[in-house]
Structure formats: C-alpha cells, structure tokens
C-alpha cells in the first residue's frame, strides 16, 4: 500500500486534471469543426444568396444566375427515394419485427440489411447506372436517381422503423390483442401509430442522407440544368451542381453559395424532424 | 358449494415454458357472475393460469398445454375455436394500466370498431355507458377528446376497464389490476369490481389477501403451479384445510 503510493509520479488529483482537459479538449476540437464547417461555407457562400440565386436558372454553366433548377431537381430526386423507400421500409420492419420466425434465414436478411447500408455510395451509383438506366431503361432521370438513392437510405428506413416499431409498450400490444383484435389490426392500429414518431425521424434523416449525396446520383440523374417536366427526364442535383461549379473552375463564389444552401436544406430537415416528433408525441399525451 | 351455473372450467390443465413446468394439473370451476380470486406467491402460476382462459399464452414461445379450459361448455383450445371471438367474450385487465396513445374516446371505440361497430351514433352511446359502467364517466365526460395518457393512473386503469367492457364480454380477467395504483384508486376498483360481478363473471389475480377477501366470493390458493385449496373465500379465509394456505395467509410466507 505505502509502496504504491511512493511509486507514483502524479497524485490522483493531478491525472483526474489532466483527464478532465483532455475529455473537454475532444468536445471542444468536435464544436470547433463543426463551427469552422458551417463559418467558413456561411462566410464565403452567403455573398451571392439573394432570391434570384434561389428561383433563377443558371447561365453560363452556372457561373452566373442562380440554382433554381438544382433546387428543384434535388427536391424530386429525395422526394421519389423516400416515396418508395418509406413504404417499403416500414413493411420490411414489420415484417422483420413482428412476423419473421427467429431462425437463420431472418438473421440473414437483418444482417443483409445492414450490409447494405455499409456499401460504398459510388458502388451504388454505379450498380443504379447499370441496372436503372441501361438494363431497365430509364435514363439519366429523376426515376433512376430516386430509386438509386432508394437503394442507399432503405437500410435506413428499415432500421429506423424497427427501432420504433420495439419500442412500443408489450402492454399496447397486449391490451389490443385481449379486445379480440387480430395481429395485424393490432400492428395497423396501436404498434404503427404508437411507432410514428420515431418512424418519422427515421425518414427525415433518410432524407437528410439523401439530400446530400452525390455519387449514388452523378451516375442515375444526370446533369441537365434544364427544369424537369417528367420523372423520366435528367436533373442535376445540388450536391452534383456544387462539385462540377468547384471542380472545373467555373465559379468559386457560386459553389459556395450552392454549399450554404444545401447546408441550410439539411439543418432545415433535421429541425423539422425534431418538430414532428415532439408534435406527435405531445398530441397522443406521451410527452407534456 | 353448488355446482350450478359454471361459466369456465379447466379440467387437469397443465402447462410448461420450455422444460419448465408452471401449471401442473389445475381443476378449477368458475361460477357465473361471482368474483373468484387466485391468491399465492408470485411466480405459483396465478397469472399463467388466468392467460389460458383467453388464451394470452399463445403468444409465448416454447408454451405448451395439456388438459382443457371449458368456456360455455366446449374447449377453447379445440382447433375450431376463433380466437378473436374467444376474446370478444373474454376480456382482461392488464397489471399496468395500458391505455392506447390515443384518445380516450378513442380507446374505447377501439374494440367496438374493430368487432364492426361504425355509425358515430351508436359509437357515442357506447362510450357513455361504458365509461358510465367503469364510473369514469363524472370525471372525463367533457374531455373525450383529451389523450387517455393525460389521466391519472387510477383514471388510466378504470379507462381500460371501460375500454373491456365496450365489446361486451361474459368475463372479465383481472391481472392483479390494482398492483400500481394508490389505495384510494385500488378502493375504487374493488368498488367497481363489486358493482361489475352483476353483469359479469370476474377472476382477479391479486397479490393483495384483504383485496381477495374483500372483493371475491371464491379464492384459490396457488402454490409453486399447484393448486392447493379452493372453496368460499371466507372458508379460505377463516378455517383453511390445508396447512400450506394458513401459512400463507397468516403471512408466514410469500
């Protein structure tokens, strides 16, 4: 005992210090990226947002003008993958929450899940490009973009949901079941809606994901600058719209204005989600 | 104790988790529109036992039961028997409140409404007599409207047995109904319970012996999955048979 006590350099209070400012150091380096992240593109990018930034069409390849059409493309492209990629990943988590025997086949498929959501998105891209818009035929076009992102926020999807869909009270179920409900009556109308919340967040974050994302598109979308009249026609996305503006030198001043936006449209997604689930939580008296 | 007007009988009803044995060879008949209570020491197979009648236990894995539960007669784990109907006619009170996130009208509809209920007129007067029945009806008549999780537990717990009787059941399970709730709350169920028993045949699980010889006029204690003594609650009560049920009652054990 005493021995230990010689043999040490530093007493208990100075490394307690010292791991106190280490731990503040990282939380510090974390708020500084992301602070210096949101500075910089708001410093260098907000110069050149005004409303014809925001609903003009671009000239010159986007060197003058605005991104109104890049805006509108980005819209329809996330609004076509989280059309489909709700719907199925909600029954997807149904189906593996509620329904799927618990043997091999079901782990296989949840773990198929999750390696879905950990292949590269420029594998993805590519996969949409061969299998969308050569081998089904749909072109460069919000189609092929919508679904290819489908591909790449389903893992997602799927997760979210199920996460919501169990943490929904065994008692809900339970007490539904005893009324004489059937299993699905009592996962349509107790399990589903009592999941909402958390189902909804999971999308919004979907869509924050999707919006940013630029290889899964640059090979499905396209890169028109015209306005879409159709899901069958090419877009160029925001992201795509930033990356060919910085890359091949066309206007710095425009990439970073196009950055400040797309910055915006995610923080904006992110808060509505915050929104929607306090909206859902206090109406149905789980939250005061 | 007559044998006249028995609603529910198990006969020889043993059941098991896996290898583990929780129900062995219960023979109970249960009168109509009479309280009976399932006293014992948690984990004797009180609460398996009343999950049985409605058939709650199909959802568990690796259960399996032998023997009968006689409903009106016939096996309600014949094949042919409809589950949902079973249930229809089999209500149950849950130990924690669990009140749908919806609103109270809402929770009450919710039976009626999936048993083919539609018209708002005929809705609306269930409501009302069903939050009448489970004396709720003073307090949150004005406040339909209102989520069911905005009440009080007591409240909460008396909504679900509104909740129970809106789809009209024969019987009422009672799942140690008062175990989270005040003594003024559980004194208005036991109040409510007495009320009921006109209408309905009631078993209640309880933890609690002066709620079981306060509300019941039958009790079966159980002990390890066994059932060790049944009869009139207050022969149970006052002169028991077996020496395993006065020790329990005279709180020597459990």
Same mark, same amino acid.
């Given at each position: 005992m005493s021995r230990a006590i010689r043999g040490r350099i530093f007493s208990p209070d100075i490394t307690d210090k010292v791991a106190i400012l280490l731990l503040w150091a990282s939380a510090a380096i974390t708020v500084f990226i992301l602070v210096s992240i949101i500075g910089m593109i708001v410093y260098r990018g907000i110069g050149v947002i005004d409303i014809s930034f925001l609903l003009d069409s671009p000239r010159m390849s986007g060197a003058e003008g605005g991104i109104f059409p890049a805006i509108v493309g980005t819209l329809c492209l996330v609004a076509v993958a989280i059309l489909t990629a709700g719907p199925i990943g909600v029954g997807a988590a149904v189906y593996l929450t509620e329904y799927a025997p618990d043997n091999v086949v079901t782990r296989i498929i949840t773990f198929g899940v999750e390696c879905l959501a950990g292949i590269p998105s420029i594998v993805i891209g590519l996969f949409g490009y061969a299998f969308l818009v050569v081998y089904l035929g749909f072109g460069f076009s919000i189609l092929s973009g919508g679904l290819a992102l489908m591909f790449m926020i389903l893992p997602w999807t799927v997760r979210a949901s199920e996460e919501a869909i169990k943490t929904v009270p065994g008692g809900l179920k339970d007490g539904s079941l005893a009324l004489g409900a059937t299993k699905w009556q009592t996962i349509r109308q107790v399990v589903l809606p009592s999941a909402l919340p958390g189902i909804t967040t999971g999308f919004i974050l979907g869509i924050g994901k999707a919006i940013?994302?630029?290889a899964v598109i640059m090979y499905t979308a396209g890169s028109s600058l015209l306005l879409p009249e159709s899901i069958f026609e090419p877009v160029r996305a925001l992201p795509y719209h930033l990356y060919i503006l910085a890359s091949e030198g066309i206007s710095d001043e425009m990439a970073y204005g196009s950055a400040a936006v797309l910055l915006g449209m995610v923080l904006?997604?992110?808060f509505i989600a915050v929104a929607i689930q306090r909206y859902y939580q206090t109406r149905s008296g789980l939250r005061h | 104790m007559g044998t006249e007007d028995i609603e529910i009988e198990s006969r020889n009803l043993n059941l098991w988790y896996g290898d583990t044995q929780a129900l062995k060879d219960i023979s109970i008949p249960i009168q109509k529109n009479m309280v009976t209570a399932l006293i014992g020491p948690s984990g004797c197979g009180k609460s398996t036992f009343i999950r049985c009648i409605n058939r709650m236990n199909d959802l568990i894995k690796g259960c399996r039961i032998t023997g009968k539960v006689l409903f009106?007669?016939? %096996?309600v784990y014949e094949n042919d028997v409809d589950v949902v109907v079973l249930r229809k006619k089999i209500g149950m009170v849950f130990q924690k409140p669990n009140p749908f996130p919806m609103s109270i009208y809402d929770n009450? =509809? /919710?039976?009626?409404r999936i048993h083919g209920t539609q018209t708002k007129r005929e809705l609306d007067k269930v409501v009302e %007599?069903?939050?009448k029945a489970a004396a709720l009806w003073d307090e949150v008549g004005d406040l339909l409207d209102k989520p069911a999780l905005d009440l009080s537990g007591g409240q909460q717990q008396r909504l679900c047995i509104a909740r129970t009787l809106a789809v009209k059941p024969d019987v009422i399970l009672f799942d140690e109904p008062c175990s989270a709730l005040d003594p003024i709350?559980? =004194?208005r169920i036991e109040d409510l319970i007495a009320e009921l028993k006109? %209408? /309905?045949t009631i078993i209640i699980v309880t933890h609690n012996m002066q709620q079981a010889a306060r509300v019941s006029d039958r009790t079966a204690f159980f002990l390890l999955g066994e059932m060790i003594e049944f009869g009139d609650t207050k022969q149970i009560f006052e002169r028991p048979v077996e020496k395993?049920?006065?020790?329990y009652i005279t709180g020597r054990f459990g």
């Amino acid at each position: 005992m005493s021995r230990a006590i010689r043999g040490r350099i530093f007493s208990p209070d100075i490394t307690d210090k010292v791991a106190i400012l280490l731990l503040w150091a990282s939380a510090a380096i974390t708020v500084f990226i992301l602070v210096s992240i949101i500075g910089m593109i708001v410093y260098r990018g907000i110069g050149v947002i005004d409303i014809s930034f925001l609903l003009d069409s671009p000239r010159m390849s986007g060197a003058e003008g605005g991104i109104f059409p890049a805006i509108v493309g980005t819209l329809c492209l996330v609004a076509v993958a989280i059309l489909t990629a709700g719907p199925i990943g909600v029954g997807a988590a149904v189906y593996l929450t509620e329904y799927a025997p618990d043997n091999v086949v079901t782990r296989i498929i949840t773990f198929g899940v999750e390696c879905l959501a950990g292949i590269p998105s420029i594998v993805i891209g590519l996969f949409g490009y061969a299998f969308l818009v050569v081998y089904l035929g749909f072109g460069f076009s919000i189609l092929s973009g919508g679904l290819a992102l489908m591909f790449m926020i389903l893992p997602w999807t799927v997760r979210a949901s199920e996460e919501a869909i169990k943490t929904v009270p065994g008692g809900l179920k339970d007490g539904s079941l005893a009324l004489g409900a059937t299993k699905w009556q009592t996962i349509r109308q107790v399990v589903l809606p009592s999941a909402l919340p958390g189902i909804t967040t999971g999308f919004i974050l979907g869509i924050g994901k999707a919006i940013g994302e630029t290889a899964v598109i640059m090979y499905t979308a396209g890169s028109s600058l015209l306005l879409p009249e159709s899901i069958f026609e090419p877009v160029r996305a925001l992201p795509y719209h930033l990356y060919i503006l910085a890359s091949e030198g066309i206007s710095d001043e425009m990439a970073y204005g196009s950055a400040a936006v797309l910055l915006g449209m995610v923080l904006l997604i992110n808060f509505i989600a915050v929104a929607i689930q306090r909206y859902y939580q206090t109406r149905s008296g789980l939250r005061h | 104790m007559g044998t006249e007007d028995i609603e529910i009988e198990s006969r020889n009803l043993n059941l098991w988790y896996g290898d583990t044995q929780a129900l062995k060879d219960i023979s109970i008949p249960i009168q109509k529109n009479m309280v009976t209570a399932l006293i014992g020491p948690s984990g004797c197979g009180k609460s398996t036992f009343i999950r049985c009648i409605n058939r709650m236990n199909d959802l568990i894995k690796g259960c399996r039961i032998t023997g009968k539960v006689l409903f009106e007669g016939s %096996d309600v784990y014949e094949n042919d028997v409809d589950v949902v109907v079973l249930r229809k006619k089999i209500g149950m009170v849950f130990q924690k409140p669990n009140p749908f996130p919806m609103s109270i009208y809402d929770n009450i =509809a /919710y039976g009626p409404r999936i048993h083919g209920t539609q018209t708002k007129r005929e809705l609306d007067k269930v409501v009302e %007599d069903s939050l009448k029945a489970a004396a709720l009806w003073d307090e949150v008549g004005d406040l339909l409207d209102k989520p069911a999780l905005d009440l009080s537990g007591g409240q909460q717990q008396r909504l679900c047995i509104a909740r129970t009787l809106a789809v009209k059941p024969d019987v009422i399970l009672f799942d140690e109904p008062c175990s989270a709730l005040d003594p003024i709350s559980t =004194a208005r169920i036991e109040d409510l319970i007495a009320e009921l028993k006109h %209408d /309905y045949t009631i078993i209640i699980v309880t933890h609690n012996m002066q709620q079981a010889a306060r509300v019941s006029d039958r009790t079966a204690f159980f002990l390890l999955g066994e059932m060790i003594e049944f009869g009139d609650t207050k022969q149970i009560f006052e002169r028991p048979v077996e020496k395993s049920t006065e020790n329990y009652i005279t709180g020597r054990f459990g």
